[in-house]
């Protein structure tokens, strides 16, 4: 269980930025890593990026949920679509949802390797074509999909809809119309369950290596990113 080494320790509340109480902080060594091993929840399997908490409040699932991004600046709401997706099927869905956007697409990374507590920068490059970006992405699957510290979104500024894989490795899409993106959850398997919850919604921990943070400056460098803003 070599991926064990990669997870952090340090658990911050994600809606305050503080560090928190972890449920881990009582746990032998022995405990912690037969936790951190478990990778299947009965039908639902993670990916290496993240593991729930040790008293699992929230189990992880595979299902989805219609949700609602609300834009202050502009006083809009912006309807959303969040799913989970067992780690067999996530990135050759996540590839297939990009479809509905378009040909031409803007492209963001978002990292948090090399920073403390739960700042992250993004890293964006405009106007490239679906099939090549796709192509670039097919070489990273590993990193997009099992490192805790990379997370991509892909969009469509015309049709103002874009489509995330976040660093929980959570698809999620926004804008209107989102039946398109429905349908490709559903002929996966991937239900509506307006109830579920996800990893994001309790404490979870992340992992990552210095390899991934290698590849995350391997694969901005192949497709020419831009700096963007630090959060």
Not at 125 to 145: A, C, G, N, T
Not at 204 to 224: D, K, N, P, V
């Amino acid at each position: 269980m070599e991926f064990l080494k990669n997870f952090f320790t340090n658990v911050f509340d994600e809606s305050t930025m503080t560090k928190t109480t972890s449920s881990f902080e009582r746990l032998s060594k022995e405990e912690l890593e037969t936790h951190l091993g478990v990778k299947k929840y009965g039908m639902f399997t993670l990916t290496d990026a993240v593991r729930p908490s040790y008293d699992l409040k929230v189990t992880p699932a595979q299902g989805y949920r219609h949700d609602a991004y609300q834009d202050v600046e502009n006083n809009t709401s912006i309807p959303v679509v969040m799913a989970a997706a067992s780690s067999e099927i996530l990135f050759d869905l996540f590839m297939e949802i990009l479809d509905p956007l378009g040909q031409v697409v803007d492209v963001v990374l978002e990292t948090s390797h090399h920073r403390e507590g739960n700042g992250h920068s993004d890293l964006s490059r405009e106007h490239i074509d679906l099939p090549v970006l796709k192509s670039v992405l097919w070489d990273y699957q590993d990193l997009l999909k099992n490192d805790g510290c990379t997370g991509i979104a892909v969009l469509n500024p015309g049709a103002r809809q874009e489509v995330q894989l976040d660093e929980h490795k959570l698809l999620v899409a926004y804008g209107e119309p989102l039946s398109a993106f429905e349908q490709l959850l559903v002929e996966r398997g991937v239900c509506c369950q307006n109830n579920i919850k996800f990893v994001t919604e309790a404490e979870h921990i992340h992992s990552s290596s210095e390899s991934y943070g290698q590849q995350f400056e391997e694969l901005s460098m192949r497709l020419g990113m831009d700096a963007m803003c630090d959060y």
